[in-house]
C-alpha cells in the first residue's frame, strides 16, 4: 500500500428536476415575498460599457421540441475582456451573471447582456468574443456546460482556440449566436440529434 | 480566519464515472435529454476558473428559515436544522459560496402550478431559502422535513424525501446542482432518478445523517450535508508560453 492522496470526491450532480424555478426564480413562479427580485434576472445595474445587446433561444430535446421546464444561466467577461467581481477595473454596473428561467408557455430564455470583450487563453493566444453557458432543467442528470460565440466576428472566431479544436468542423455553428434582421442574437440549443450543440466538459 | 493562498491553477476534471449517467432509460426524461455526442474536454481558462460572486446584501434576514420565510406564520411538520460544509476536493473550505434550495412540504407537495400531486399545500410554506457559507465553507438552515412523493415515471414510482441544492463555487466551471437525502429512508434504493449515479459510494455521499449534538431541543432536529465542489490545482507551473 501507499499514502492517501486525501483527495474527496465531487458531490455528484442529481437532476434540477421540474421544479427547479421553485428555488431558482422563485417570484418567476408565482412564490412572490421571499426574494425582492430573482437572481441573475438583471445583468446590468446603471449605464453599461461597450454594446448593448439581446440574445434569446430555446433548449431543445432529441425530438426537436423546446424545454418548459429548463434553466439557463450565463457568465461572462464585459466589454472590455474583464471579470465583473475578479477584475479590479472591471464594469461596475454590469454583474456578467445572467439566469432565464425561459417564457412559461414557450421556453425561449432572453438575455440583455453586453457583448464581451476578448480574453486570453491560458497560453496568452486570444479568444474570440464568448459566454459561458450552463443548463440544466429535469431530465438532464449532469449541468450541460457549453458556449455561445458570435457570428459577426468570424475574423477572432477563426483564431480562437477552442473553435480550432473541434474535430467536426460542421458542428462550430451550433456555437454561434446568429444575428437577426431586428439587431438581436438567436442562440438555440439542442441536446441530442443532428443539429446537437457542442458541450464541453470544462 | 486564517490567510490562505488562492490556487492559481485550471480545476481538476470531473470524474463523469463518479457523477450519474446521462442517458439512463429507467429515468424517462433522461432519454431524449440527453447528449450523444463526446463532450469537448479543454483546459479551464479565465472564463470558467471565474464565476459570479455575491454578497451577503442579496440576503434577507429570513432567506435560511424555510419554517417562517413564505408568510411568516410557521409551516407544518417536523422541524429540522440542515447544516455542512461547502468544501473542494483537496479539503479546502470554501467560503462566500450561495447555496439555493428548494423542496416539497411536509405532505410531498410543491407549490408550483405543474404539481399533480393530490396531497395539500401547506399556506404557509414556500419551499424555497438560501443561504452564503462563511469564511470556512460552513452554512445551516432552517426548514421541515419534505415529506416522499409519488411522480409520473414508471407505473408507481416514488421520490425519497429529499431537498434540491444549487451551489454557487468561486469559479462557474463549480457550478453544482445536486439532492440531499435523509438517513434510513426506504425508497433510496427504488428510486430511478438515484439509480442514475452508478457507483454507491457516490450515492452514500448525498445521504444526510442526523445529527443529534447539533439539535435544538424541544425545537427541532439536525442532519449534516456536505457538499463538495470541485477543486482548483495549486501548481505554480501552470501557464506556460505556447510551444516551451
Ligand atoms: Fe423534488
Known amino acids: 500500500m501507499v499514502q492517501s492522496l486525501n483527495e474527496l470526491k465531487e458531490s455528484p450532480s442529481q437532476t434540477a ?22 437572481l441573475g434576472a438583471r445583468m446590468k445595474t446603471g449605464a453599461v460599457q461597450g454594446e448593448e445587446i439581446v440574445i434569446t433561444g430555446a433548449v431543445h430535446d432529441g425530438m426537436g421540441m423546446a424545454l418548459k421546464d429548463a434553466l439557463v444561466e450565463i457568465w461572462q467577461a464585459d466589454a472590455a475582456g474583464k471579470f465583473p467581481g ?40 486570444w479568444q474570440a468574443p464568448h459566454i459561458s453557458v450552463w443548463i440544466v432543467a429535469r431530465g438532464i442528470n449532469v449541468g450541460l456546460q457549453t458556449r455561445i460565440y458570435f457570428s459577426d466576428e ?40 443532428p443539429d446537437e450543440t457542442v458541450f464541453f466538459d470544462i | 480566519m486564517t490567510e490562505t493562498k488562492t490556487p492559481q491553477g485550471g480545476f481538476v476534471a470531473r470524474d463523469r464515472d463518479w ?24 483546459p479551464t481558462s479565465a472564463s470558467e476558473i ?22 411568516g406564520e410557521s409551516a407544518i411538520g417536523p422541524r429540522i436544522v440542515v447544516y455542512g460544509r461547502v468544501q473542494d476536493e483537496f479539503g479546502r473550505g470554501v467560503g462566500g459560496a450561495l447555496v439555493e434550495v428548494w423542496q416539497a412540504n411536509a405532505g410531498g407537495r410543491y407549490r408550483h402550478k405543474k404539481e399533480g400531486y393530490v396531497a395539500a399545500l401547506d399556506a404557509n410554506f414556500g419551499g424555497c431559502g438560501r443561504v452564503i457559507t462563511d469564511a470556512e465553507g460552513n452554512y445551516e438552515f432552517r426548514t421541515i422535513m419534505p415529506g416522499p412523493y409519488p411522480w409520473p415515471n414508471g407505473m408507481n414510482d416514488w421520490r425519497p424525501a429529499h431537498i434540491h441544492f444549487s451551489v454557487f463555487g468561486h469559479g462557474f466551471a463549480q457550478r453544482l446542482i445536486t ?15 438515484i439509480g442514475t449515479i452508478q457507483n454507491p459510494d457516490a450515492v452514500k455521499s448525498l445521504i444526510a445523517p442526523m445529527d443529534m449534538q447539533r439539535t435544538v431541543p424541544m425545537d427541532a432536529r439536525a442532519y449534516k450535508f456536505d457538499i463538495t465542489l470541485r477543486g482548483r490545482r495549486q501548481t505554480a507551473f501552470e501557464t506556460r508560453p505556447e510551444g516551451l
Open chain 2, 19 to 42: 457523477h450519474p449517467a446521462p442517458f439512463h432509460p429507467p429515468y424517462k426524461t433522461s432519454v431524449k435529454r440527453s447528449p450523444q455526442a463526446a463532450l469537448l474536454s479543454f
Open chain 1, 17 to 38: 428536476g421540474p421544479y427547479v424555478h421553485i428555488g431558482c426564480t422563485p417570484n418567476f413562479c408565482g412564490i412572490g415575498g421571499v426574494y425582492p427580485e430573482d
Open chain 2, 50 to 71: 471565474t464565476g459570479p460572486t455575491f454578497g451577503h446584501g442579496v440576503l434577507g434576514p429570513h432567506d435560511a428559515d424555510l419554517i417562517h420565510n413564505f408568510t
Open chain 1, 154 to 193: 468570424a475574423e477572432a472566431n477563426a483564431e480562437d482556440p477552442i473553435l480550432a479544436r473541434l474535430e467536426h468542423q460542421m458542428r462550430v455553428p451550433t456555437l454561434m449566436a446568429q444575428k437577426q434582421d431586428d439587431g438581436t442574437y438567436l442562440f438555440d440549443v439542442h441536446i441530442q440529434g
Open chain 2, 179 to 193: 439532492q440531499m437525502y435523509f438517513e434510513g429512508d426506504p425508497l433510496i434504493p427504488l428510486c430511478p432518478i
Open chain 1, 86 to 125: 475578479h477584475d479590479a477595473d472591471a464594469d461596475a454596473n454590469f454583474s456578467g451573471f445572467g439566469r432565464s428561467p425561459g417564457d412559461m408557455e414557450t421556453g425561449r430564455f432572453r438575455f440583455d447582456t453586453v457583448k464581451p470583450g476578448r480574453v486570453r487563453w491560458p497560453d496568452g493566444r
